[in-house]
């Protein structure tokens, strides 16, 4: 998806190693798994090699619309994770990637939940409410009844 990087302005690049560099992204090309992303910043391929892996941050003003169904991590951290009978599980406060899937780590008076981010257990998200509503599967949980009213 390439076309998310083009015409992006002021654009941060943050280095491996912490450095960051405020420019704008001229030229954009897939490579294997990720992207190669061009700035008249550098002016050495050396200089440029200094942010080989770097993260791009955007304001949130300048992300492009997502397909339905689909959120930015920040549009999630800080929701209220519930099961689908409206009992809370806890504060979503992180997200990682496995590989397969997108994992949401959720907090609940030093408790941790790893939730993960597929169809069959995220039953909705409404970013108004900020609320997603979950679907347990067995073993999930300690709790046997995470799925039912009590608390």
Do not use: W
């Not at 942010?51 to 791009?56: E, I």
């Not at 899937?101 to 030093?110: D, L, P, Q, Y």
Request: proline share 5%.
């Amino acid at each position: 998806m390439p076309g998310r990087f083009e015409g992006l302005k002021d654009v941060t690049l943050v280095a491996p190693s912490g450095r960051a560099l405020v420019t704008v992204v001229n030229r954009v090309r897939g490579h294997g798994g990720s992207y190669v992303l061009g700035s008249d910043a550098f002016s050495s391929p050396e200089e440029a090699a200094a942010f080989r892996g770097a993260l791009v941050k955007i304001s949130r003003g300048a992300a492009p619309p997502l397909p339905a169904g689909q959120y930015y991590e920040y549009e999630l951290v800080g929701m209220t994770v519930v099961v689908e009978t409206g009992r809370v599980l806890g504060t979503l406060e992180e997200v990682f990637e496995t590989g397969s899937n997108h994992v949401f780590v959720v907090r609940r008076e030093g408790r941790e939940l790893l939730i993960p981010g597929l169809r069959q257990v995220v039953a909705s998200v409404d970013l108004q409410t900020r609320t997603m509503t979950v679907r347990l599967i067995p073993g999930m949980v300690d709790d046997e009844n995470a799925n039912a009213d009590a608390v």
